[in-house]
């Protein structure tokens, strides 16, 4: 998963477009060069690629038009691949968002065992990808993982061998690895809404579930729209861990966007549908984070609070 | 915000276009490096790890200090990353003068690009070296009646391996002969609480070899012969839509272990689960054996593991004696090499499996792929099974290549993925047919 600043809007302001604004301008400089090498030109490549066929092998290219596009479009492996890839996005946010919210208040307040336990929730985070994926698959090997060697029957399942637990477990996964990020940014969120509000709802005699919905919800808006925009967009990217794990099977029940695309480049050598393929991850990506930004664009009177 | 937010998306999908660019920077056949005296020596990369790499770094180390004129200079890598590697290095024009690989469908592209070449017409001038070698390993090296690889190291074939203590337990006395006894014996298993089969299904080529075997005791090679010539609709052949419903009658009736579809091949549980004794039987290659003996403890010391061919299918119409595997390994020689490092890269290839590298792969528990290698069994710790192996491949009818390596990637890709889908009963015989017919010949 990438990880992106948290939103910051742009004051609506008008006087402070002081004289000053010119001379910092050449500070984005150093970025958009290396964005540029990086990030555009790579695109482009893609994008120019997707109208050839190669096979990553030949030394030369041929160009064909829009053969790659009818090919991925008249795959039914596309559709299905996009299903997988919002349905992982949709539920993965569902199991996500509310305890990321719920832990963030929790480790938001100042007292030294939440601390403690803080520092503890995070060290999901400091794990690769890949490791965490090694980890349980080796764990939830129906013959030799952890339900065979407690014996508990409920754990013995075929986890990884069904196709609708096999979904499960990687939402399982990458939930118990990004909430405490997520967590992080809600308890950053929730430390700024000022002490005065909770004081003014206690007098008014709002109880504690009252606040939590009236006062912190609503102040966390913009912070659930960050992180909302963090877990969705960072679930598009979801490769080496599906990969690890199930590899996009069993069959092609986890074969989310990220995974047909290499399946196609590197196994079938069929680097002009891949790269089809990987502009429409782009696409896809590009329309979500828009999608997000206009959710929260809007009304800008309901929170006081901007970001995290 | 929103250029950044940019930043970070086309990071990930960036990902995609790096790793389509990255073949740029692999590194390449460098000629600055080289022992003494040659200042052009030819690459060389191989799969790293035991027990292969100490053998072939012996192979190449015996060759250089022989020839100080002609030197080669090595790199192992690691088998995942290999395959990926040696494909940007030909991308990019930068690969080994020496291409190691695993022939057949691979090659195949290779040829195709013009990137290897035709030793057809070396093998002419050297009939010596071609006649010492077991005639079936020339298969995967040849493409349109054209040889392009030299076949090195040892045979593979696919055997049935089984668990004797698991046969006691279960009470049954000899392995199967037919495929009607195979389906007999599943329950005296099952009731056991002993798998009959074990399989590493997620790596999709092991539930393969099942679908080969039948194919080919049902209708001969010739079904296979059929797809591979890009016959219309191949796999409607009454033939294969039989093996295809007799391997889902094997899975519906629990011949394979519990989860078969989240085990890898490459953890090697598929061999932990036969040895400890918690499935009876797995059909698996030959170099199965090495890896029990190296990780199962006493289990093959105490003579436990037993081995046989598999089974005929009543009323098939193939020779039960054929077999599938690596018929050997194989090397190439990279067409942009200079004429001095292709001179190295031939001159090496008579050099090979010399009495020294044959010693080193049947202490492995290999065959080597030399006609007279029998002689040197005998003398080995393993010898029944080398033996085995010997007799499996040298009097096979016919010795079929593996599926995948034989199709095209993109065709095996498909192949592979319809497999997945027959085992977890996702699609009928008629269903993976259909969707195999539609690649057929691409």
Redesign the interface.
């Known amino acids: 998963m ?4 948290p ?3 742009t004051a609506p302001s008008t006087a402070s477009r002081g004289g000053g604004s010119g001379s910092v301008s050449w500070m984005a400089w150093p970025a958009l060069v290396a ?1 540029t090498i ?3 030109l ?2 482009f ?2 994008l120019a ?1 997707s109208f050839t066929s190669w ?5 030369e290219l041929s160009l064909t038009g829009l053969d790659s596009w009818k090919t991925v479009l008249s795959d039914p492996g596309l559709p299905h691949a996009i299903w997988v890839t919002f349905l992982i996005m949709a539920l993965s946010w569902l199991a996500q968002t509310p305890l990321s919210i719920l832990l963030g208040v929790f480790i938001a307040a100042h007292k030294r065992y939440r601390t403690v336990l803080a520092v503890l929730f995070f060290i999901p985070l400091l794990l690769s990808q890949a490791a965490i994926a090694i980890t349980y ?1 080796m764990l ?5 993982g952890l339900g065979a060697s407690l014996g508990v029957e409920f754990l013995q399942q ?6 609708t637990l ?1 979904v499960g477990v990687v939402i399982f996964v990458v939930s118990w690895q990004w909430i405490p990020f997520h967590s992080l940014i809600y308890q950053g969120g929730i430390r700024q809404i000022p002490a005065s509000m909770y004081e003014a709802a206690e007098i008014d005699g709002a109880g504690r579930i009252r606040q939590f919905f009236s006062i912190t919800l609503p102040q966390l808006k913009y912070t659930i729209i960050t992180s909302s ?1 963090l877990m969705v ?2 679930s ?2 979801f ?1 080496d861990l599906i990969w690890v794990l ?2 996009g ?4 029940a986890t074969r989310a966007l ?1 995974v047909d ?11 002009g549908p ?2 089809a393929i ?1 502009v429409i ?2 696409l896809v ?2 329309g979500l ?1 828009l999608l997000l ?1 206009r959710l929260g664009g809007r009304d800008a009177s309901q929170s006081q609070l901007e970001g995290a | ?2 250029r ?18 990255c ?1 740029k920077s692999g590194p390449g056949d460098s000629s600055s490096g080289g022992g003494s005296g040659d200042k052009d020596a030819a690459g060389y990369w191989f799969l790293s790890g035991p027990p292969g790499e100490p053998i072939r770094q012996g192979a190449v180390d015996r060759f250089n200090k022989a020839n100080s004129a002609n030197q080669i200079k090595v790199t192992a890598i690691q088998n995942d990353a290999y395959k ?1 590697k040696l ?2 290095s ?2 990019a ?1 930068q690969a080994p003068s020496i291409i190691w690989g695993w022939g057949g469908g691979g090659l195949k ?2 040829v ?4 290897v070449d035709d030793l057809t017409d070396w093998f002419g001038q050297n009939a010596a070296v071609k006649d010492r070698l077991f005639k079936a390993s020339f298969g995967p090296a040849t493409i349109d009646k054209k040889i392009y690889a030299m076949p090195c190291e040892t045979v593979q074939p696919i055997v049935m391996l089984y668990n004797k203590e698991a046969f006691e337990k279960a009470g049954v006395a000899a392995p199967p002969q037919t495929w009607a006894e195979l389906m007999s014996i599943l329950p005296k298993f099952n009731e056991k609480g002993i798998a009959p089969f074990s399989l590493g ?2 790596s ?1 080529w092991t539930n393969m070899m099942w679908l080969e075997f039948l194919f080919d005791r049902i209708g001969g090679p010739e079904v296979m012969d059929a797809v591979y010539g890009g016959q219309k609709d191949a796999w409607n052949n009454p033939a294969a839509i039989d093996a295809l419903t007799k391997t889902q009658e094997l899975v519906n009736a629990k011949g394979f ?7 890898t091949a490459d953890s090697n ?1 598929d061999q ?2 036969l040895y400890r004794g ?1 499935a009876a039987m797995e059909l698996h290659g030959s170099w199965s054996y090495g890896i029990i003996k190296a990780e199962g403890g006493n289990f093959i010391k105490d003579g436990k593991l037993g081995f046989f061919n598999f089974p005929a299918v009543d009323g098939g119409k193939g020779d039960p004696t054929n077999t599938y595997g690596n018929a050997g390994q194989y090397l190439s020689i990279y067409s942009k090499a200079s004429e001095h490092q292709k001179e190295t890269a031939k001159k090496f290839f008579t050099s090979l499996l010399d009495d020294t590298e044959q010693q080193g792969w049947i202490e492995t528990g290999g065959v080597p792929i030399v006609q007279d290698a029998k002689a040197k069994l005998a003398a080995s710790p393993d010898a029944e099974f080398l033996n085995f192996v010997f007799d499996v491949s040298s009097k096979a009818a016919g010795f079929g290549q593996s599926w995948d390596q034989a199709l ?3 065709s ?3 192949l592979l ?1 319809n497999i ?2 027959l085992f ?1 009963l ?1 699609v009928t015989p008629q269903q993976f047919a259909t969707n195999m017919n539609a690649v057929i010949g691409k």
Do not use: C, H
């Not at chain 1, 096979?55 to 030394?59: D, E, F, R, Y």
């Not at chain 1, 075929?158 to 196709?163: A, E, F, Y």
């Not at chain 2, 950044?4 to 660019?21: C, D, K, V």
């Open positions: 990438t990880i992106a600043p939103v910051v809007r964005f990086f990030g555009i790579p695109l490549g893609v690629l096979n990553g092998i030949s030394p698959k939830l090997d129906p013959n030799f075929d986890w990884l061998g069904d196709s096999a925009t967009v960072g598009l990217t490769f199930t590899a099977g069993p069959g092609d990220a695309m290499y399946v196609t480049g590197f196994r079938s050598n069929l680097m891949a790269s990987a991850l782009v990506g590009l984070a930004r | 915000m929103k950044r937010n940019f930043l970070s998306l086309s990071a990930g999908a960036a990902a995609a276009t790096g790793l389509a660019a073949g990926d494909k940007t030909l991308g024009g592209s290779y195709d690009a013009g990137q299904g997620q999709r272990i519990k989860g078969f579809s989240s085990i549980a932990a689960l918690k095209s990637p993109s095996a890709e498909t993925d997945a889908k977890q996702q």
